[in-house]
């Protein structure tokens, strides 16, 4: 039976008004609410907005909600080469998982909402991303014994706006969002509003694309599962049976077993030089 439930909070507008919400429908429903903060140590304004954070908690406590804050400061930093961004998201998501557990929170609440995933989808086409890149984020998804949920995904930036001003809601602003050298913050401020004027249901036609994509990609994968029960044997790939198989099977098939090997998604390039080395082999 659920008795707790955490919330993702960054101290910006939409996990704000994510964490008011949740806090609020569970005292409803006899739920404690755990809020959950990441200090990534990356700007200057972090102290700031977890010292902000946890006065706000403590006043929505006192006025009777049912909230505790944690926080978790990041210690590392980005090896030579990696990206700050990817970085960050890995390290995020690693330190809710610790401070979510610890709480004794199976569930997990993320503030993304649809623009959020219309632009994940776009920078996923533009890295050149196939069908589980374009699903971009799903509403649901459970890793590691905890459910991530993102319960606001199918709805507009301007319903929680909108919410923010009705509640009179405070919450900090990330210069770091006008950072250009981040492709999201590019992509925002330079390609959306173009798009948006050009298109102007862009963001509900991407989300549908979205959602497609990630049926698109569960089917692969079954697939995937089916050919690499059939053509591995434990860490070895029976090659024989891997080179019957169509050409979309076969780069299917490798993503799946080297996944497995590598622990990570393999590099999108080696894919189809195996495949072709393959080919070359089998000409007399």
Known sequence: MLRAVAVAVSGGRDSTALLHATAHAAAVLGLEVHALHVHHGLVADADDWLRRLRTQCARWARAGLPLHFHAQRLTGRPARGDSVEAWARRERYRALAEMARAAGCSLVLLAHHRRDQAETLLLQALRGGGPAGLAAMPRRAERDGIVWARP?????????????????????????????????????????????????????????????????????????????????????????????????????????????????????????????????????
């Open 152 to 284: 606001w995904l199918n709805w507009p930036r301007e319903a929680i706006e909108a919410y923010v001003g009705r509640h009179r809601l405070r919450f900090v602003d990330d210069a770091s969002n006008e950072d250009p050298r981040f492709a999201r913050n590019r992509l925002r401020r330079q390609v959306w509003p173009a798009l948006d004027r050009a298109f102007p249901d862009a963001e509900l036609q991407l989300q549908a694309a979205a959602q497609r994509a990630a049926e698109a990609a569960a089917c692969l994968a079954e697939q995937a599962a089916a050919d690499l029960a059939d053509a591995s044997d434990g860490a070895q790939l029976r090659v024989e049976r891997w080179a019957g198989l169509s050409a979309a099977r076969r780069a299917q098939l490798l993503r799946s077993w080297l996944r497995e090997r590598l622990g990570t998604a393999p590099p999108e390039s080696l894919v189809p030089l195996a495949c072709a080395r393959r080919r070359a082999a089998a000409l007399p």
